[in-house]
DNA sequence: AACTCCCGCGCAATGTCCTTGCGAAGAATC
DNA sequence: GATTCTTCGCAAGGACATTGCGCGGGAGTT
């Protein structure tokens, strides 16, 4: 994959903040022409650079309002520690994000539930059989401040 | 705004996961022609259901490839104080996500930075700028295990 | 300097897609 | 049972996406 140059860049700078616009009027917006454009998002998309586009819903349409916001401390900081418990939880599909962490706590998650039950459900059976794991604190979400996809205004 | 009956959730589904699908492939996998498809669609972005549509990108095509999070406490918990707070929290562009919390901190952030120096002028000119915090913990994610849009496979 | 190669562009054409008007069918209301 | 409201599908016209093609500028070579 070559670099990527100020027209690429420009491009993946609106379609971060607009993913549904079209090739059109992206190639206005970049300076380029319709077909020119439409070969570089291709190439873009191709090559990985977007990995996806995604809608954005509001709070009320969602199934999950529940964030749980989970921190994690493991026995261990072995490679092969480290590399089991991330195997383990990439497959819980409630985990939206998990960082391994500088400070205190090896990881933090975030956690999507529909409600409590539901998170109990998952604490229970995922969160808990998670290999590795010496202390779990978990912390929710009371009200949603800023959820912004990307850095911007 | 009216309840969204099944065919609207099944379109919420698919655009969350397919934010740039064409109308035509949205209303064949939803079964409904295009014309009905497409009306529905302008519906649920105009009444705010959906709020955008947003490019994934790849970690190395970012910019902004340092996640701080960071756990912030205030001097008390009146209505006033955390309104003061979270109208001032909204105008740094580099936060993220900001929740209110349950638990030992009033505030969880997660920041993007450029790297270590940006993070200190962010540090310094937002979030120490920030009204009625006591108290800021920064943790720096180390790498990126798992950052889903949402709730899935 | 002249040549060639190669990459990325714009133009043009074709096929697809999106949108709007229209009439009909079904549900709800009176 | 008549009226009204909603939502559908169909059809048409205009916009859009994509592909082949030829051009032109820059890099490397002779």
């Not at 379609?15 to 291709?42: F, H, K, M, T, W």
């Not at 819903?57 to 493991?74: E, F, G, N, P, R």
């Amino acid at each position: 994959m070559n670099a990527l140059d100020t027209i690429d860049t420009a491009m993946l700078r609106i379609l971060q903040q607009s993913g549904r616009i079209s090739n059109a009027e992206l190639a206005e917006r970049v300076g380029l022409s319709p077909s020119a454009c439409s070969r570089r998002l291709d190439i873009l998309e191709k090559s990985g650079v977007i990995s996806g586009y995604h809608a954005h819903l509001s709070q009320k349409a969602l199934d999950y309002t529940m964030i749980a916001i989970v921190h994690i401390s493991l026995s261990g900081q072995f490679a092969k520690t480290l590399a089991e418990f991330e195997t383990a939880v990439k497959l819980c599909p409630n985990v939206l994000v998990c960082y391994l962490m500088s400070g205190e706590y090896d990881y933090i998650l975030r956690v999507a539930a529909k409600d409590l039950a539901d998170y109990e459900r998952i604490h229970r059976d995922w969160l808990s059989a998670l290999p590795h794991v010496v202390k779990i604190n978990s912390s929710f979400a009371l009200r949603e401040i800023i959820d912004r996809p990307n850095v911007g205004v």
